[in-house]
């Protein structure tokens, strides 16, 4: 018989690791709170439980008695996931204790700062009068955050004073809503250049880079650090690259990475690498496909292994050849309700094309795109090299139709 494995989600972030699991013959009990969520109809199973119910995590998966229990793509998931997989005596890479250090930015930075993992100049503050203190002595522009929030939801690039403040009160309240507590946030120096992801996996203390995309995202004036695409390869210099991926490392290490993926943001300019955040599951903007596409070596593959205690999985390599060229690609629609979509399966027989995808159907609506959860649809393209990748990504969105109305 196959392994029964509860995948806590089914958006869209989690629609490539059910499709895996599908394919390699696992059954598969979904979990989320919408029935309409676009993984649902592969799962063989499904509760409706919010992703977030660590009880309810473990009601279902006792209820369905799975032998394995994995998430990715979720910020919000991961913690009562771990917590979950305790309860039920199932493998786990990392602890709740661990995690919950990934949880607060500030936490995150004091240790990067400690670990010696390059980071931008920082403040922790909890008033306006502290995030002031900090805008007069660091230039601007600055970047200000939620300590403890997700989905880029009060994260703001700030290149004028007089929107400091406003910023300030955002990401303050967000942190107090998404916390329960004190309300507590993260202002610092923006680092010039570009961003990218840095993919990899922890065995035995030592981690693997598999892939390092350039993040293609929003940015000032609109909620910054919103992926429209993850771009391979990243086009850095030989030296700034190393940089990229040793920062990257570093930060794994100073965070006490010792098993599993992490997801890292990097930027890097004329100033060097500096780390934005790292994540210690897989990225939810199309990276562990477009590192497939990359690298050949499968991310929701190693990260099964652990969930099923399969040590071939866990360190699995290459099983495909690697491309020159990889492109994920998300579709941001007009807001408004769904009218109908158009064009799907012809942009999924487009010579590039590996996969294409619409999160809405007809009768949902399309929300104006605050953060990652608006996103619309995707796409997954190759090529010999990234610009043959991104013509056929291109191609591809330009046949798929949202149409959408009031």
């Known amino acids: 018989m196959s392994a029964r494995v509860l995948v806590v989600g089914c958006g869209f972030p989690q629609l490539g690791l059910v499709q895996f699991c599908r394919a390699e013959g696992l059954e598969v009990v979904g979990l989320d709170q919408r029935q309409e969520a676009p993984a649902v109809s592969l799962c063989q199973r499904w509760a409706r439980v919010s992703t977030v119910d660590t009880a309810g995590i473990v009601e279902a998966g006792r209820a369905h008695r799975v032998e394995g229990i994995v998430t990715c793509g979720s910020e919000a998931a991961l913690l009562p996931v771990a917590r979950a997989a305790r309860a039920l005596g199932l493998p786990f890479y990392a602890t709740p204790e661990l995690l919950e250090g990934f949880a607060l930015k500030h936490d995150m930075r004091q240790r990067y700062q400690a670990g010696g993992a390059p980071c931008p100049p920082f403040a ?54 998404a916390s329960g507590g004190e309300p507590t946030a993260v202002v610092e120096g923006f680092i010039a250049g570009k961003e990218y992801s840095v993919n990899a996996t922890t065995v035995d203390g030592h981690t693997e880079v598999l892939a390092v995309t350039e993040r293609i995202i929003t940015g000032y004036p609109e909620p910054p650090g919103i992926t429209f695409a993850e771009v391979y390869p990243s086009e850095l210099s030989a030296p700034l690259a190393r940089e990229v991926e ?113 999160f809405v159907q007809p009768g949902q609506r399309v929300e104006p795109l605050t953060d990652g959860s608006k996103r619309a649809g995707c796409v997954l393209a190759v090529g010999r090299d990234r610009q043959e990748a991104e013509q056929a990504a291109a191609r591809a969105m330009e046949v798929i139709q949202i149409h959408t109305g009031a």
């Open 124 to 177: 922790v503050v909890r008033s306006l009068e502290q995030v002031l203190e900090f805008a007069r002595r660091e230039p601007s522009p600055w970047v200000i955050k939620p300590s403890r929030g997700w989905g880029q939801r009060g994260v703001r690039i700030v290149m004028q004073e007089q929107e400091l403040l406003v910023a300030a009160r955002e990401a303050l309240a967000m942190s107090a809503l």
């Open 246 to 358: 040793a920062a990257a490392v570093a930060g794994a290490r100073a965070l006490g990475i010792t098993r599993g993926p992490s997801y890292t943001q990097v930027r890097a300019g004329e100033q060097g690498a500096a780390l934005i955040e790292t994540a210690h599951r897989l990225g939810g903007g199309l990276d562990p496909d477009v590192t497939f596409l990359a690298s050949g070596v499968s991310l929701y593959r190693r990260l099964l292994g652990v969930a099923l205690s399969r040590p071939d999985w866990e360190r699995a390599g290459p099983e495909a050849e690697p491309w020159g060229g990889a492109v994920g690609r998300f579709i941001i629609a007009r807001p408004g309700l769904v009218r109908s979509v158009e064009g799907l399966e012809q942009a999924r027989g487009l010579p590039g094309v590996r996969a294409a995808h619409v």
